[in-house]
């Protein structure tokens, strides 16, 4: 077998191996937090670059992100990454949770919601005291919806089992709040129509991004392009640190290691980097889409792997249009009233030049629209652009084209809390890591790294990596590497 090299530097212990399998956000964690507590890693990535599902491509000499990310201010762990990977200049965060909601039924076209400098939960009462597309009566019983919600407990028993338009509905919450405001939030963050999102992730998002702390809404939004933020910078960061990382390298099994050697082995695919190369390990990060994962889980960890398929996915597609002049005067908006959910000015990191202006219409729980052709799609959401967007009424489109995630999360639906797996299996030192394992959070970059830094809190507890650290990391060091 070959892999990581099996005697410390000057005829210390011999490494920690450590070989993480997929190179998305929870892989990059994982082997970010195990290099730096001192482990040799080996990231294995089927595909020709990091990042996972938040990455780039180029098209016509522009960078196309392949979907329209965006954080909170509460999402330590991702900030926490960003901050080890050299990457906090590359993204902006608001310094106040503000966002534009354009509709065709709003005053000129456009409201706004913005936060107050009082303290959370009433920061968003003034916001939602002018809000126009609500009436005074929607207003006043969203007030008491939210108030409900914020002493609503998600892991309560019997939360996860249901549906969020069902808690809404009982607590007074009619159609039209539900669509001109809590849809806004809820769909974009779980990636499932509003009323069919499980409750407990639900509010998981909105306790703590709308009715935490004041400033937890705050919105972050990329800089520069998904590729450059996190596969890059992440593959930079590993191999300063030592790690080996490989791209186009495709794990096929994983198996219990020989008698009297290393505890694992990681075939690789046959036709890709190292083919049929078998990498030893003293442990093994899963860092793959549960459907991967399901395949790759040897069974002797014990693991219900046929019920992750049970979790499903759903779509998200991004339909990206570039216009002859700037149509849009805002980074990015909502939309109400409309086919459009947010919508995002991508010029700039795009690398357009000239005086036109690229949008990127982001569509969550994209069910209805991603079989539908990019001609279709046309026909849809460029009148609708023009509804909300007067100056897009004159405007040319010189280039429209469409990007599909069809397994962009996991299905955010009452009991999916049953299917997510912990880190931690009853084999020691396999574990697993991605945003559909149990991190507590939904499916988001935020529930990407905390995935993987329980991944590496697991293989921290694991007598080996304990053994071989000899006390010099403590618990606590090792969950702050990105968090």
Known sequence: MTGLPAAGAAGGPAPYRVAVIGGGLAGITAAVALSEAGAAVTLLEARPRLGGATCSFTRGGLVVDTGQHVFLRCCTAYRGLLGRLGMTGGVRLQDRFDVTVLSPHAPGGRARLRRTALPGPLHMGAALARYPLLS?????????????????????????????????????????????????????????????ASLDLAATVVKTALLGKRDAADIGVPTVPLGELHGAAGAA????????????????AVEPGPPGGAAFAVHLARGGAGSGEVVSADAVVIATPPQAAAALVPQAAGLPSARWRELGSSPIVNVHVIYDRPVMDVPFAAAADSPVQWVFDRTRI??????????????????????????????????????????????????????????????????????????ATALPGLVLAGAWTDTGWPDTMEGAVRSGLNAAIALRREPGLRAWLGGRESLGELRGVAA
Not at 138 to 164: H, K, Y
Not at 237 to 252: E, M, Q, S
Not at 377 to 384: S, Y
């Open 136 to 196: 005074p009566a929607e207003r006043l019983r969203v007030a008491r919806a939210a108030l409900a919600m914020r002493w609503l407990d998600p892991g309560e028993p019997g939360t996860g089992g249901q549906r969020l338009g069902d808690w809404l509905a009982a607590h007074g919450q009619g159609e039209g709040a539900r669509r001109a405001l809590w849809d806004l939030f809820t769909v974009s963050a779980l990636n499932i129509a509003g009323d069919d």
């Open 237 to 252: 960061l590993l191999r300063r640190r030592g790690a080996d990382v490989r791209l186009g390298a495709k794990a096929a």
């Open 350 to 423: 795009a690398g357009l030049s000239g005086p036109g202006q690229y949008l990127a219409i982001s569509l969550s729980a994209a069910d209805s629209y991603v079989d539908l052709p990019a001609a279709r799609l046309r026909e849809i959401f460029v009148p609708a652009l023009a509804r909300l967007l007067p100056a897009a009424r004159e405007a040319q489109v010189t280039d429209f084209f469409v990007t599909r995630e069809r397994r962009a999360t996991f299905r955010q639906a009452p009991g999916c809390g049953q299917l997510r797996p912990r880190a």
